[in-house]
């Protein structure tokens, strides 16, 4: 069965400090992975996509690696703000399917 | 517009009424799809469309549960005698066929009381 696990559940932070967030996951055959970020109330918002060929995808103060043969990925937040608190989630997609697995999320919590 | 709306943002139903919730994806992207996020989780697939047709249906619970989408647009998700387990967000993404990228809408927020 196809699976995404997400850890932790949940941080807290001080602004301006560093995170690394945590997905490991399951799904063969492999064709990308994404975290988005999901604001409460709102949809979740693409940050990064990796294919099965790229192991580090930035984007601003977001970096994402994939270790595609470990299964395992990081989303690392440099010199956290604010407006970073969110849920971020971790969704893979098998290689020939439109199916996405989606973790449950980390739940980032900001604070000054 | 410039991303997917959906509408009504919260929907507020007694136990056994049916609802219909929209969602307007991306002028020009082909593909279309409904997702359910209890609280909590993580979330889970209902449908897929490509243009007008559903060639995915397996996401969905229940026969009380249905989807349309008409020309090559607009998308509507009925829920038929709606019981409280599917009191939830409703997400609704839509792509360009083919593409990794999917643009999700705002959501319903759908409680059944």
């Known amino acids: 069965k196809n699976q995404v696990e997400q850890s932790p559940q949940s941080l807290i932070i001080l602004e301006g400090k560093n995170c690394t967030l945590q997905?490991?996951?399951?799904?063969?055959?492999?064709?990308?992975l994404r975290w988005y970020k999901q604001d409460t109330g709102r949809g979740p918002v693409s940050l990064t996509i990796?294919?099965?060929?790229?192991n580090t995808k930035s984007n601003g103060r977001y970096t994402a690696t994939l270790d595609a043969d470990t299964k395992q990925s990081s989303l690392h937040i440099t010199a956290s703000q604010l407006s970073d608190s969110a849920s971020y989630i971790c969704?893979?997609?098998?290689?020939?399917?439109?199916?996405?697995?989606f973790g449950k999320g980390t739940k980032l919590s900001v604070i000054p | 517009g410039a991303g997917v709306s959906q509408s009504p943002s919260n929907k507020v139903t007694e136990k056994g009424k049916d609802v219909e919730l929209r969602c307007d994806p991306i002028?020009?992207?082909?593909?279309l799809y409904w997702y359910r996020q209890r609280l909590g989780q993580g979330l889970e697939f209902l449908i897929y469309?490509?243009?007008?047709?559903?060639?995915?249906k397996s996401g969905l619970p229940s026969d009380r549960f249905s989807a349309e989408r008409t020309g090559e647009s607009v998308s509507t998700l009925t829920i038929q005698r709606t019981q409280q387990e599917d009191s939830a967000v409703y997400l609704c993404?839509?792509?360009?066929?083919?593409?990794?990228?999917?643009?999700f809408g705002p959501g319903t927020r759908l409680t059944v009381l």
């Open positions: 993404a839509s792509g360009l066929a083919g593409a990794h990228e999917q643009f």
């Open positions: 469309f490509q243009g007008n047709s559903a060639p995915d």
């Open positions: 969704v893979v997609s098998g290689a020939g399917s439109y199916q996405l697995t």
């Open positions: 990796m294919t099965f060929s790229e």
């Open positions: 997905c490991n996951y399951t799904v063969s055959p492999f064709s990308n």
């Open positions: 002028s020009g992207h082909t593909a």
